[in-house]
């Protein structure tokens, strides 16, 4: 397994465009690239759907679908199993993760072996503990129980502002903060950052690049 998590940005803007050329390495025109959109609101299905499509279809990409809710949870399973990269977008990560195990795809994404691209909320829920810090959405900061596929956690769209509330958390936990434009790539526990990520330690900050 891999995973790519995805701070934020605009992709259309290229914003993104240093996250996709890396993730050519690992993603060929033949890749199958299923959408899970279950953090995010109905409403937003076809702007995620057009964002991802741009994104990949610009590195040679064509087979993108999206995960249909009305499937059966066996349906989706098999959906899972048929594809080589899960993108999952951004939105509420606790909307996400209910989601997931009201579906039944927890453990099918465990023991998926192939690319898994998280955006904002969608790269929160990989981390076994899910940090979403307070803002406009969130009166208090949570941490919530997440897919435990890395051990670490992240903060996405970070810009400096929450470190007040980052720092006490990182004496349990690793934490790296991920700007819009930037990424941590994830394989084998060697991490690698795609462009300036922060990382939290013992309550200290240091940049990584």
């Not at 904002?120 to 990989?126: D, E």
Request: with cysteine.
């Amino acid at each position: 397994m891999r995973i790519c998590f995805i701070g934020g940005g605009n992709p259309l803007g290229g914003e993104l465009d240093d996250v996709m050329n890396y993730l050519t390495k690992y993603v060929g025109l033949k890749s199958k690239i299923l959408i899970i959109p279950f953090a995010t609101d109905e409403s937003r299905l076809d702007r995620w759907f057009n964002s991802v499509k741009t994104s990949f279809e610009d590195i040679g990409v064509n087979h993108i679908r999206l995960l249909d809710y009305g499937l059966t949870n066996q349906e989706m399973q098999n959906e899972i199993k048929e594809h080589n990269v899960l993108y999952f977008t951004g939105g509420r990560p606790e909307k996400l993760m209910a989601n997931l195990k009201e579906k039944e795809l927890v453990q099918a994404i465990k023991d998926f072996s192939g690319l898994l691209v998280g955006v904002s909320a969608g790269a929160l829920a990989f981390s076994n503990d899910c940090i979403i810090t307070k803002d406009e959405d969130y009166p208090e900061t949570l941490v919530i129980k997440g897919l435990g596929l890395v051990d670490f956690s992240v903060e996405v769209h970070y810009d400096g502002t929450v470190d007040v509330e980052l720092i006490p958390l990182s004496d349990q936990r690793d934490i790296y903060g991920i700007p819009n434009g930037c990424a941590l790539f994830w394989e084998a526990e060697v991490i690698t950052p795609i462009n300036s990520v922060f990382h939290f330690h013992r309550r200290s900050r240091e940049i990584i690049e």
